[in-house]
């Protein structure tokens, strides 16, 4: 099975501290993405990466930024946090647009 | 760009009973439909997936989806539903390969015994 391993299930964190959250798929997939989920919002996307040191912005990129050094590891970093960033942060992979994106467990991040 | 409604927030439902999760997507030439689900805690995972063919979609879990173009449409039914089968439920679209995918706001289904 694909696994898609997000490296913190719970976080919290003092506004104006910079925050990375780690994600890192196994099965060589090329796509990967990073969204935040909050109650009645669903999903909203806020980047994404096609391929090795490329990245792209989604819906909502400011106040965040991205890495890709390496296929597997996709990194959001929270330059400098803030309350309204509190929020579940789901990391997700796919091989090609179509074949249906695997998820990570995620990320809930409260910032205080 | 895509969007995609999902009609109901919440549904309430007893155990055994069919449901049915209601999705509609803005028009496109083509569209790729998807449905997941989110239980307690946990990620997404896919149910199903329309991309082309067949218009009745079947997925796991016992759950299927009909694409409807005219209505832009693509509900999500279960002809009996288990306590299980609580969790919150997502229609995603993409009109390309090459793009994201955009999710609606989901549905909370709830079972009761």
């Known amino acids: 099975d694909v696994k898609v391993t997000q490296s913190s299930r719970y976080l919290v964190k003092r506004t104006g501290e910079k925050v990375f959250l780690e994600c890192v798929q196994d099965m060589d997939h090329e796509n990967m993405f990073w969204y935040r989920q909050d109650p009645g919002l669903g999903l909203r996307l806020i980047y994404f990466?096609?391929?090795?040191?490329?990245?792209e912005k989604g819906d909502i990129p400011e106040g965040y930024s991205v890495s890709r050094e390496k296929k597997e590891r996709f990194s959001l970093i929270l330059e400098s946090a803030s309350t309204n960033q509190t929020s579940m942060y789901l990391c997700?992979?796919?091989?090609?647009?179509?074949?249906?994106?695997?998820f990570g467990s995620g990320t809930r991040l409260t910032v205080v | 760009a895509q969007s995609v409604t999902q009609l109901d927030s919440q549904v309430p439902v007893f155990e055994e009973a069919p449901v049915e999760l209601r999705c509609n997507y803005s028009s496109s030439v083509s569209v790729y439909l998807f449905w997941y689900v989110q239980y307690p805690n946990q990620g997404l995972q896919l149910l199903l997936k329309y991309l082309s063919g067949s218009t009745l979609v079947k997925g796991i879990n016992g759950f299927e989806a009909e694409f409807n173009k005219s209505q832009t449409s693509f509900h999500l039914r279960k002809p009996s539903v288990h306590i299980s089968d609580t969790a919150e439920y997502f229609c995603a679209v993409s009109d390309r390969d090459d793009t994201p995918l955009v999710f609606g706001k989901g549905t909370r289904l709830s079972v009761i015994a």
């Open positions: 990466s096609y391929d090795v040191k490329m990245k």
């Open positions: 997700a992979s796919s091989f090609g647009g179509l074949g249906g994106y695997t």
